[in-house]
């Protein structure tokens, strides 16, 4: 056997919320499925990092779920450990929801999530097309994944790389609706502070104004050994500083935070999501891009744009598979 090639059902790209929900959906009802993931861990944008005894959760701070949610509702048991409310937050208008946080962290919520499935981390994936009438994808190292079914998550443009490497063309009228997904950019610095910041419990404030949409303490969230905030910065700061010296926006950053630090910061670090958040996610839950072999497009720019929905959308592209729509 080759080791360098392996053969799945259902190769599912991508281990972030809505991949890991396909994944098990799928494999719950009998499909040998197999997960790749370019990241070092799974999760995606629930993302956690530690710098010394602080930890932040850098991406997602929390998510919460809507009333008809299709989404984590549906595996709520299976979380039970690993979620914990957390404050509340206006959705659209439509009312103040609870608000949940990972235990201990979010990338724990992807952890569980990820129970008993074959996933694959550190694979990037270079390319996916069509050879004899199933679907190749190739990761950087050269390793080759074959399957009957791909459910593609990644953020979209993403997606249309692969298959524009893999030399598949699109019907015009995917290609047309996917290629319209824009997302926010989202600049985030992680500060290790030398005392507690004056961000209110439960731990979370956005500003009116300025390039700060949030900061989240994540100490008083209750995740932190140490006073550590996150500082997300506006879809409008990161644009426009992306391709700016970070270090400098970082710095810019952390001045607008004072009056919410009250402390010397000890150290600090910026990532810098390309991919924060859809802008304009599509109504539908996700898209099938080819029907047979099948290639189910998903993530949270269906149904979008947070957690709850991704996890929706991964739901979504399962049931269509298994139902053969
Ligand atoms: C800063 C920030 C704040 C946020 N705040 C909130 C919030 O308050 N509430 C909320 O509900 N949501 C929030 N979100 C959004 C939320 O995190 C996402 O909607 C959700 O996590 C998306 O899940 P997903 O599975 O669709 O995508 P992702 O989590 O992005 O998963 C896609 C996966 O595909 C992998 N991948 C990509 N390309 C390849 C490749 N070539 N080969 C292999 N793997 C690949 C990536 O590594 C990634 O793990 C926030 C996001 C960010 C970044």
């Known amino acids: 056997m080759d080791s360098n090639r392996q ?11 809505s991949g890991l929900m396909a994944a098990r959906a799928l494999q719950q009802a009998g499909r040998r499925v197999g997960v790749v993931d370019k990241g070092r861990g799974v999760g995606g944008r629930l993302a956690t990092r530690r710098i010394g005894d602080a930890t932040f959760d850098h ?18 048991h299976h979380l039970a450990g690993s979620v914990t409310e957390w404050g509340s937050e206006d959705v659209d208008g439509a009312g103040r929801r609870p608000c949940w946080r990972g235990v201990p962290t979010m990338s724990a919520v992807a952890k569980r999530l990820a129970d008993g499935l074959e996933v694959h981390t550190e694979v990037q994936i270079a390319s996916l097309g069509l050879d004899a009438g199933r679907w190749v994808a190739t990761a950087v190292s ?15 443009p993403q997606t ?13 009228g995917h290609r047309t609706r996917l290629a319209a997904i824009g997302y926010d950019r989202c600049l985030t610095v992680m500060a290790v502070l030398e005392n507690p910041s004056l961000v209110p419990p439960p731990g979370s404030l956005s500003p009116v104004a300025g390039p700060i949409e949030r900061i989240t303490d994540n100490r008083l969230k209750g995740i932190s050994a140490v006073p550590a905030v996150t500082l997300h910065a506006t879809p409008g700061f990161s644009l426009e500083h992306w391709d700016l010296d970070r270090l400098e926006s970082g710095r810019i950053l952390l001045e607008a935070a004072t ?31 080819h ?15 947070g957690v709850d929905a991704a996890a929706g959308s991964g739901a979504a592209a399962a049931a269509a598979i298994l139902s053969g729509r």
């Open 291 to 305: 029907a047979s072999p099948a290639l189910v497009v998903a993530g949270d720019a269906f149904g979008g744009p």
């Open 7 to 17: 053969e799945v059902d259902v190769l599912v790209l991508g281990a972030g919320v």
């Open 59 to 76: 991406g997602a701070p929390c998510f919460s779920t809507g009333e008809a949610s299709d989404g984590l509702r549906s595996v709520w």
């Open 142 to 156: 050269g390793r080759v994944f074959v399957a009957e079914t791909v459910v593609a998550t990644p953020p979209v």
């Open 160 to 172: 249309l790389a692969l298959l524009e490497a893999g030399g598949f063309v699109l019907a015009d």
């Open 259 to 289: 009056p919410w630090l009250g402390s010397a910061v000890r150290t600090w670090q910026i990532h810098g999501w390309r991919y924060g958040r859809p802008r304009a996610p599509l109504a539908c839950r996700h898209l099938l891009a």
